[in-house]
């Protein structure tokens, strides 16, 4: 049986490979996240608070558990945050991954590492997995510097690249989808840039896809995201429909009226072929994916979401 470690796993991504995992008996899971408590309220899913930037604790729970493979979903994510508080993102996003790979090293344990489209600049995508990177925002550089620390590292490691993740679990912090969503169901009308193009993913698929490679044990960068490529405002029409909103509830504006810390890269997406070919997956286009969702929202939005 493989033992599992999985770091952040009360964040939204973490939670959606936890839920895929547990459903097989392949594999011995040590859930771990930054919290006291596991958002998993079940004996048989044991949970250590762990955090990443720790290098003692890193190291103390890595030679106790062994893990065959770590599954590192933890990292700071608001990128306008990672703009401002520069140490607390290196910290985060950088020197965790130095730990893992240091611990890693000791016992042999393969990462699977998440990055994202933030580490190109936006100037010509869609992206394949051979254009060299150039990060306009703090939170793109540190997450090109920890593919660089796998890189460099000597250990067996998987690294994928993902961008607009959306999804729900309990107590996750408001992706888009979300956010637009809780806008529209309190009938506010919601601005939302057309300028800003991507592959939006439903999350649950991504933890899917990372389990193939768990499974077929693939190494190296695979660029994994929905097949739609669309403007936020696409996006957001999408979900409006499919959750049956008055789409003139949503304006499309320009990125550059947020005036937000960080910049994002426009002209982002990625060009997925070779996670098809390899991992053999199909992800869901924006109009299945936003219907799970929906199906999975039909329990009240409100238990799962932070407000
Ligand atoms: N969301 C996207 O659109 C997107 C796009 C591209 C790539 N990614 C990457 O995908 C991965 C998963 O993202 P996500 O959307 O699941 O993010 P998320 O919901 O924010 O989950 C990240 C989790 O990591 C935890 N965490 C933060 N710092 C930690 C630390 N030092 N030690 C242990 N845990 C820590 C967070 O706790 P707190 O909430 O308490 O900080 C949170 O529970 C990340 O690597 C992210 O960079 C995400």
Excluded at 200 to 206: E, F, I, S
Excluded at 283 to 306: A, D, F, H, I, P
Aim: charged residues 25%.
């Amino acid at each position: 049986m493989k033992r599992i470690l999985i770091t952040g796993s009360n964040g939204l991504l973490g939670q959606k490979i936890v839920e895929l995992l547990s459903r097989s008996t392949n594999y011995n899971l040590l859930l771990t996240s930054k919290q006291e408590q596991s958002v998993f309220d079940d004996e048989t899913l044991p949970y250590r608070q762990l955090d990443v930037s720790d290098k003692h604790e890193v190291r103390k729970v890595i030679d106790e558990i062994e893990p065959d493979i770590i599954v590192n979903t933890a990292a700071m994510t608001n990128v306008d945050k990672c703009e401002t508080e520069r140490d607390a993102a290196w910290h985060a996003n950088v020197m965790s991954v130095e730990n893992l790979a240091y611990s890693a090293k000791l016992v042999g344990a393969h990462i699977i590492h998440i990055s994202t489209d933030y580490v190109f600049d936006g100037k010509n995508g869609p992206y394949d997995e051979l254009v060299r990177p150039n990060p306009l925002s703090y939170y793109g550089r540190t997450k090109l510097a920890s593919e660089n620390v796998l890189r460099t590292s000597g250990i067996p490691h998987t690294i994928v690249r993902t961008m607009v993740l959306y999804g729900i679990g309990f107590g996750v912090k408001m992706n888009f989808a979300l956010w637009l969503l809780r806008e529209l169901s309190e009938g506010r009308t919601a601005r939302v840039v057309d300028d800003q193009i991507g592959n939006p993913t439903l999350a649950d698929d991504l933890a899917y896809a990372l389990i193939k490679i768990m499974e077929l044990g693939r190494t190296g960068l695979y660029h994994i995201s929905g097949p739609d490529l669309a403007s936020r405002y696409a996006f957001a029409r999408a979900l409006a429909d499919v959750f049956e909103f008055d789409q003139r509830m949503i304006t499309p504006i320009k990125t550059g009226s947020l005036k937000q810390p960080a910049s994002r890269p426009l002209k982002s997406g990625f060009i997925t072929l070779k996670a098809e070919t390899d991992l053999g997956m199909k992800m869901s286009g924006m109009k299945q994916g936003l219907t799970v969702l929906r199906n999975q929202l039909s329990v009240n939005m409100r238990e799962y979401v932070n407000h």
